[in-house]
């Protein structure tokens, strides 16, 4: 019985972290993963210790030659003032239409990546992670339009983000 009670209890365990996704949440259908490629800025997270401590932070998507995305976050440390850089990649949980991703640095250990929205020049991105721990506004420029801002933290506030916990990112030089 007690063996029983193991597996029941790692199956729950392997379920939850299957879950790429916040409850609530939904990923950007429709999506184009030729028009996400390339270069966007940081504009506001949520701290974690991955990215603590960096201003100034990107990422920058490419396709690798499996098919997977090539994911460089890039970030300068304004505490130590060195330059931070970390390489994974990212794949589709679904078919490649539907924005919802995994993303690894570490190995065989991936971490959700959800776009929420996304206006429909690819131009500003609502990226959430796995759970209400992590959340991205993205820009391909270092600034990002006041009604862009206003809509996006209204849907993560939606999901149920604390979104006056947002780090705001300097990007000016």
Not at 33 to 51: P, Q, S, T, V
Request: net charge positive; aromatic share 12%; hydrophobic share 40%.
């Amino acid at each position: 019985m007690i063996g029983g009670a193991v597996v029941a209890i790692a199956a729950i365990a392997a379920l939850q972290s299957c879950r790429s996704i916040p409850k609530g949440a939904k990923a950007v259908q429709n999506f184009n993963k030729n028009k996400y490629l390339g270069k966007w800025y940081e504009i506001a997270r949520l701290d974690f210790k991955f990215e603590r401590n960096l201003d100034h932070t990107t990422a920058e998507y490419s396709i690798n030659e499996d098919g997977s995305i090539k994911v460089v976050n890039r970030g300068h440390n304004y505490k130590t003032g060195e330059m931070k850089e970390a390489v994974g990649k990212a794949k589709f949980v679904g078919a490649d239409t539907e924005a919802k991703l995994k993303v690894s640095f570490f190995g065989p250990f991936y971490a959700g990546y959800n776009v929420l929205a996304i206006d429909e020049d690819y131009q500003y991105a609502l990226v959430a992670g796995k759970n209400l721990k992590y959340l991205w506004i993205l820009s391909r420029k270092k600034t990002i339009p006041e009604n862009v801002k206003e809509n996006y933290l209204e849907i993560a506030q939606n999901v149920g983000y604390h979104t006056t916990d947002l780090i705001w990112v300097k990007q000016d030089i």
